[in-house]
């Protein structure tokens, strides 16, 4: 999850509404990055 845990429940309550639920197991805290995380690690 990182050293920050409150900014995985913020990020993680903002995304969660819109998010597939056949991909929820990407928001558990061992699997979690934040959004700008994800798109650096895909470029």
Known sequence: MGSDPQAYLADLLDR????????L???LP????PV???????A
């Open 30 to 33: 061992w699997n979690w990055a």
């Open 25 to 27: 197991d990407e928001l």
């Open 16 to 23: 969660i509404h819109d998010h597939k639920i056949n991909r």
């Open 36 to 42: 700008g995380a994800e798109n650096s690690q895909a």
